[in-house]
T-cell receptor, first 113, second 114 residues
Framework: GENVEQHPSTLSVQEGDSAVIKCTYS??????FPWYKQELGKRPQLIID?????GEKKDQRIAVTLNKTAKHFSLHITETQPEDSAVYFC????????????FGGGTRVLVKP | DTAVSQTPKYLVTQMGNDKSIKCEQN?????MYWYKQDSKKFLKIMFS???????INETVPNRFSPKSPDKAHLNLHINSLELGDSAVYFC?????????????FGPGTRLTVT
């Protein structure tokens, strides 16, 4: 089955700096890659997603890149703010296989003011 | 208006008991899911239903039994609870199976087995 690895497990950045989280996946058939943000004690919420026919997607301060050949994708957060502090999860799924999301282990991001 | 709701929010019980968690979504979605998040924050899918039909059934002990009475509801019943069942259980829903759409998560149910 699919295996998703996520690095780093923790990330501390100064407010205003950029943060980058990287994920690799094992199943070349995976074609949907969402990123979820989970604040302490809250539910995971989608922040951005990308499909395999696109190499990059951007939404304000957040961007995701996908390298299908290398089977890795990354989340980039620019101009980080204290409210970006949370746990971020990458995931992968095969759309034709029931949209089963396999999550990475999560990255705890701390933005220091 | 709550999109995906779960009850109860907290559940503390003893080993060997049977308990249920209920989930409801008012988004008109066709697909619902149960996830388990363990103490290390690892999120893993357990079950998925599409139009009341079970489509994903991961390697979960058969003490866990999901039930979907209709498209808007997905319940999780757990028999003979064990210490290792302690976790946060999230229900989620999405519009359709494919193409993949955002999965909306409920607030979670924190289960503590003593």
């Amino acid at each position: 089955g699919e295996n998703v690895e996520q690095h780093p497990s923790t990330l501390s950045v100064q407010e205003g700096d950029s943060a980058v989280i990287k994920c690799t996946y094992s199943d070349s058939a995976s074609n949907y890659f969402p990123w979820y943000k989970q604040e302490l004690g809250k539910r995971p919420q989608l922040i951005i997603d990308i499909r395999s026919n696109v190499g990059e997607k951007k939404d304000q301060r957040i961007a995701v890149t996908l390298n299908k050949t290398a089977k890795h994708f990354s989340l980039h957060i620019t101009e980080t703010q204290p409210e970006d502090s949370a746990v971020y999860f990458c995931a992968a799924s095969i759309e034709a296989a029931g949209n089963k999301l396999t999550f990475g282990g999560g990255t705890r991001v701390l933005v220091k003011p | 208006d709550t999109a995906v709701s779960q009850t109860p929010k907290y559940l503390v019980t003893q080993m060997g008991n049977d308990k249920s968690i209920k989930c409801e979504q008012n988004l008109g979605h066709d697909t619902m899911y149960w996830y388990k998040q363990d103490s290390k924050k690892f999120l893993k899918i357990m079950f998925s239903y599409n139009n009341k039909e079970l489509i994903i059934n991961e390697t979960v002990p058969n003490r866990f039994s999901p039930k979907s009475p209709d498209k808007a509801h997905l319940n999780l019943h757990i028999n003979s609870l064990e210490l290792g069942d302690s976790a946060v259980y999230f229900c989620a829903s999405s519009r359709v199976l494919a193409p993949a759409y955002e999965q909306y998560f409920g607030p979670g149910t924190r289960l503590t087995v003593t």
